[in-house]
């Protein structure tokens, strides 16, 4: 146990230790740490210091490499240059609520140091502060955080994740350079001032901002991007604008407040995206099974496929190119029919208009092609008014329409034998009360 003679203090300043070694706690009173006054810093396991601490000198601790804990008093302000540098067995140190700026070097080197917990009320970081950490895993950046100095965790190798607080302005020279486990970085909109290439051989699984500006494009150079997850694509340049479709697909492809947003930013721009989506086949599958490709792009995606011989790209474009020509079938059916619709409504219209109603009346068709292929059409008119069309010719038939009165099919000949009057196409449409060709006009099914 250390004793007060173990101490000498000049002036409230610790100026010599001739003590053992091992935990030490620094007498109250003591208001600064002089540099050099642990003449043999490697003696030092422990070191609790005391109320009233004011001061740090530079290098107060430096290469203290058997150091491993450390309690610094609340009412500290700041942390001083090259104060624990070189301690490279630092495992644990708390740093008071009080302190509001980490000077250049004041950790640099601490090897084993894991964890930090940094006070919101901190707006700088020094130069090199945290440089050559390699162990530091959990460090997150305080909310009052406004400048970070040149390599100011720099080769901190262990570092999994960056959120820089909305607030933060200034981001030094290769301030996390060599950080090569980042792979989150959160970026602020209020980043303004960008040093040279902060994430210089990082390899950025995801970089996060609200809305790109032009400040991320120069502090993301020399840094490997994946992905990025934004809420504006169409603001992300055209360098990054792969990662952004591939952040959205990753991170954001079940969100529907950004869904019609991405829909038409990946639609837009699907013809750029077409060799990046074979490269990662994820984006290439989201991209057909959400109708994202445009009919006209589909061709380039196919000779991509045929190009890098990717059979099942290949097969995934070509049912993509079916489904959509399926659709558009569809469609037009679906048009033609309710066409139909609208016309039988017009032709009961006129059939009660003129009290010449074919309500429980049967007919057949039989004819050319042309006529035929209405056949589809004219039972749905004939349905609206409450008549039948019928397959053949029957003794319910009252009428054949046809448009080859002297025709050899089985249905003219049936109907000869029935005795089954015989309508051309003109008094098939004066009794249904109708002018001109309409079920053959709009409605054909020939057309679709």
């Given at each position: 146990?250390d004793s007060a003679l173990d101490f000498v203090v000049t002036d409230g300043k610790l100026t010599e230790y001739r003590g053992a070694g091992g935990e030490v706690t620094v007498p109250e009173g003591v208001t600064g740490i002089a540099f050099g006054a642990f003449a043999d810093p490697s003696i030092l396991t422990a070191v609790h210091l005391p109320a009233g601490l004011q001061s740090l000198?530079?290098?107060?601790?430096?290469?203290?490499?058997?150091?491993?804990?450390?309690?610094?008093?609340?009412?500290?302000?700041?942390?001083?240059?090259?104060?624990?540098?070189?301690?490279?067995?630092?495992?644990?140190?708390?740093?008071?609520?009080?302190?509001?700026?980490?000077?250049?070097?004041?950790?640099?080197?601490?090897?084993?140091?894991?964890?930090?917990?940094?006070?919101?009320?901190?707006?700088?970081?020094?130069?090199?502060?945290?440089?050559?950490?390699?162990?530091?895993?959990?460090?997150?950046?305080?909310?009052?955080?406004?400048?970070?100095?040149?390599?100011?965790?720099?080769?901190?190798?262990?570092?999994?994740?960056?959120?820089?607080?909305?607030?933060?302005?200034?981001?030094?020279?290769?301030?996390?350079?060599?950080?090569?486990?980042?792979?989150?970085?959160?970026?602020?909109?209020?980043?303004?001032?960008?040093?040279?290439?902060?994430?210089?051989?990082?390899?950025?699984?995801?970089?996060?901002?609200?809305?790109?500006?032009?400040?991320?494009?120069?502090?993301?150079?020399?840094?490997?991007?994946?992905?990025?997850?934004?809420?504006?694509?169409?603001?992300?340049?055209?360098?990054?604008?792969?990662?952004?479709?591939?952040?959205?697909?990753?991170?954001?492809?079940?969100?529907?407040?950004?869904?019609?947003?991405?829909?038409?930013?990946?639609?837009?721009?699907?013809?750029?995206?077409?060799?990046?989506?074979?490269?990662?086949?994820?984006?290439?599958?989201?991209?057909?099974?959400?109708?994202?490709?445009?009919?006209?792009?589909?061709?380039?995606?196919?000779?991509?496929?045929?190009?890098?011989?990717?059979?099942?790209?290949?097969?995934?474009?070509?049912?993509?190119?079916?489904?959509?020509?399926?659709?558009?079938?569809?469609?037009?059916?679906?048009?033609?029919?309710?066409?139909?619709?609208?016309?039988?409504?017009?032709?009961?219209?006129?059939?009660?208009?003129?009290?010449?109603?074919?309500?429980?009346?049967?007919?057949?068709?039989?004819g050319s092609h042309r006529l035929m292929t209405a056949r589809e059409t004219i039972a749905v008119h004939l349905k609206a008014l409450g008549a039948a069309l019928d397959e053949d010719v029957t003794p319910e038939t009252d009428y054949l329409v046809t448009d080859e009165p002297a025709g050899e099919t089985e249905h003219h000949l049936r109907a000869r034998e029935l005795g089954v009057p015989?309508?051309?196409?003109?008094?098939?449409?004066?009794?249904?009360?109708?002018?001109?060709?309409?079920?053959?006009?709009?409605?054909?099914?020939?057309?679709?």
């Amino acid at each position: 146990m250390d004793s007060a003679l173990d101490f000498v203090v000049t002036d409230g300043k610790l100026t010599e230790y001739r003590g053992a070694g091992g935990e030490v706690t620094v007498p109250e009173g003591v208001t600064g740490i002089a540099f050099g006054a642990f003449a043999d810093p490697s003696i030092l396991t422990a070191v609790h210091l005391p109320a009233g601490l004011q001061s740090l000198d530079y290098g107060a601790f430096m290469g203290s490499a058997n150091l491993q804990r450390v309690t610094l008093p609340e009412g500290l302000a700041k942390i001083d240059g090259g104060a624990f540098m070189g301690c490279m067995g630092l495992k644990e140190i708390n740093i008071p609520e009080s302190v509001t700026a980490i000077e250049s070097r004041a950790f640099y080197g601490c090897g084993a140091l894991e964890r930090i917990s940094l006070p919101d009320g901190i707006t700088e970081i020094g130069h090199s502060a945290f440089c050559g950490c390699a162990s530091l895993r959990e460090a997150a950046m305080p909310r009052g955080l406004k400048t970070l100095s040149n390599m100011a965790f720099g080769d901190c190798m262990s570092l999994p994740a960056l959120e820089l607080p909305e607030g933060f302005t200034s981001i030094g020279d290769n301030a996390f350079s060599g950080c090569t486990s980042l792979a989150e970085i959160t970026l602020p909109q209020s980043l303004e001032k960008v040093g040279y290439s902060p994430f210089a051989y990082c390899r950025a699984e995801a970089v996060r901002v609200r809305r790109w500006k032009p400040q991320f494009t120069s502090a993301l150079l020399n840094c490997e991007v994946t992905t990025v997850v934004t809420d504006d694509p169409e603001s992300v340049p055209a360098e990054y604008r792969n990662a952004a479709a591939l952040g959205y697909v990753r991170g954001q492809g079940n969100d529907p407040a950004r869904r019609e947003t991405f829909s038409a930013f990946l639609t837009a721009h699907a013809a750029a995206l077409c060799a990046f989506a074979f490269e990662h086949t994820e984006l290439l599958y989201f991209l057909c099974e959400n109708r994202l490709i445009a009919a006209g792009d589909t061709d380039l995606f196919l000779r991509q496929a045929e190009a890098l011989r990717d059979t099942e790209g290949k097969a995934l474009i070509l049912n993509y190119q079916n489904e959509l020509g399926m659709e558009h079938l569809n469609a037009a059916r679906r048009e033609k029919e309710k066409s139909a619709e609208e016309y039988g409504d017009r032709w009961m219209d006129r059939a009660m208009e003129r009290d010449e109603g074919v309500g429980g009346m049967h007919f057949a068709v039989s004819g050319s092609h042309r006529l035929m292929t209405a056949r589809e059409t004219i039972a749905v008119h004939l349905k609206a008014l409450g008549a039948a069309l019928d397959e053949d010719v029957t003794p319910e038939t009252d009428y054949l329409v046809t448009d080859e009165p002297a025709g050899e099919t089985e249905h003219h000949l049936r109907a000869r034998e029935l005795g089954v009057p015989l309508l051309t196409e003109q008094e098939f449409r004066e009794m249904l009360g109708v002018e001109g060709d309409v079920y053959y006009g709009v409605l054909s099914i020939s057309e679709i």
